[in-house]
């Protein structure tokens, strides 16, 4: 007896797509998001991811943007909860610091840059805009791009460098987290845009 395969719509078929890559990046690194392995992984085939991303740099990127908009989705929840209820800024800075670092992001995004992929950031920076404006006063609120600009960096620099660093230092893992969130805590206008103040 034979079983057939459902076949999926084409969403559905990007996001097997990208939750496979998702998994290949936090097992393997960034290196190991291929279409060959991303396909084998879903039992697709090779010409089926082709189909729906071109090549693996696009695939890499479609991911990093994949990230990128589920973190700054969760971002805008918890922004919004924060505005009607308990403000948590640190739950905040773990989201992004944990999706440049444990989610892959960090590592993805430098691996498509040293690829020679400059567009790699792309998706990050256009899902992060996003989140701008939905929280904050879009593009003429200068110090909230500042404050992101300044949160992003150190979650980046932390995801490729922060262990190695903090245990040569003698500081605690997290310490760069610690740092980022007082900072932002000592922002007023991006205290009282986040619901802190």
Do not use: Y
């Amino acid at each position: 007896m034979s079983i057939t395969r459902r076949r999926l719509s084409h969403e559905e078929s990007r996001s097997a797509a990208l939750e496979a890559a998702r998994a290949l990046l936090v097992e393997a690194g960034p290196a190991a998001v291929t279409l060959k392995a991303v396909s084998a992984r879903m039992g697709r085939t090779h010409a089926n991811l082709l189909h729906h991303f071109g090549s693996a740099a696009d695939l890499q990127m479609a991911l990093a943007g994949h990230i990128a908009a589920q973190v700054c989705d969760s971002i805008a929840e918890i922004v919004m909860k924060n505005r009607d209820g308990e403000p948590n800024l640190q739950l905040v800075v773990d989201m992004v610091f944990d999706a440049f670092d444990t989610a892959g992001a960090g590592s993805l995004a430098t691996w498509m840059i040293l690829s020679g992929n400059d567009s790699a950031l792309d998706p990050v920076i256009d899902a992060i805009h996003e989140l701008i404006d939905e929280i904050g006063e879009g593009h003429e609120d200068k110090s909230m791009h500042e404050d992101t600009l300044m949160l992003v960096l150190m979650a980046m620099g932390d995801a490729l460098l922060g262990a190695p660093m903090a245990k040569a230092l003698g500081l605690p893992r997290d310490t760069a987290r610690q740092i980022a969130t007082k900072q932002l805590l000592a922002s007023p206008r991006l205290a009282a845009r986040l619901g802190f103040a």
